[in-house]
């Protein structure tokens, strides 16, 4: 059974302190990785989709990466209004590319 | 442009009532999807269509009705609906049903009295 784990569940820093998400999964034959932000009482915004094993993405203090096993959000330097909820989904179940398997969230407050 | 827009933002009904939430997307976007999220967890799919069919329905019950009249525009029909079915309902699109990241509209906040 395909199933997607994020930690930690909540996460809080100061503003500038440095810090990593994870996303790990476990699915046979991965045909992508999406990692989405969201404010409460917002639909979830679109950040990157990483392919493959090695890939890795950046957006502005944002950069995801890609292993075989799990992905990471390092958020470098962050700022209050990067306070969000951050999901991570892989097609699914079963790669099927029109469904969604997401993740349980990863809650990022960061204090001024 | 990737904006997904849906009406209304906030809607309050009684279990007796019978509402319609809209989606419009102008990206020319062949599929369409309706999420449930509630509250501290991720979006549950619903719906799923593709170029105007209903190619996923996740077991969802009858009082939700989706329905898509071309390619821009998704409807959920509600009726009848439970306290329990009160959340954040969304709307995304995406460019086709193979592997495509899928954008999200802002949803709309149902509590059902």
């Known amino acids: 059974e395909d199933q997607v784990t994020q930690s930690p569940e909540a996460l809080r820093l100061q503003e500038g302190e440095s810090s990593s998400l994870n996303c790990s999964y476990t699915v046979s034959g991965l045909r992508g990785l999406f990692w989405y932000r969201q404010d409460p009482g917002k639909g979830p915004e679109f950040l990157f989709t990483l392919y493959s094993a090695g890939e890795e993405k950046e957006k502005e203090r944002l950069k995801a990466t890609l292993t075989k096993k799990e992905s990471f959000l390092h958020i470098t330097a962050p700022k209050p209004e990067d306070s969000a909820t951050y999901l991570c989904a892989v097609p699914g179940p079963n790669n099927a590319g029109n469904m969604l398997t997401f993740g349980g969230g990863t809650r990022l407050m960061v204090k001024p | 442009d990737t904006e997904v827009t849906q009406t209304p933002k906030h809607l309050v009904m009684g279990m007796t009532n019978k509402k319609s939430l809209k989606c419009e997307q102008h990206?020319?976007?062949?599929?369409m999807y309706w999420y449930k999220q509630k509250a501290k967890k991720p979006p549950e799919l619903m719906f799923v269509y593709s170029y105007e069919k209903l190619s996923i329905n996740e077991s969802v019950p009858s009082r939700f009705s989706p329905e898509c009249p071309n390619s821009s525009l998704l409807n959920l029909h509600l009726h009848a609906l439970q306290p329990e079915d009160s959340a954040l309902y969304l709307c995304a699109s995406s460019a086709g049903t193979s592997v495509y990241e899928q954008y999200f509209g802002p949803g709309t906040r149902l509590t059902v009295t």
């Open positions: 990206m020319g976007h062949r599929a």
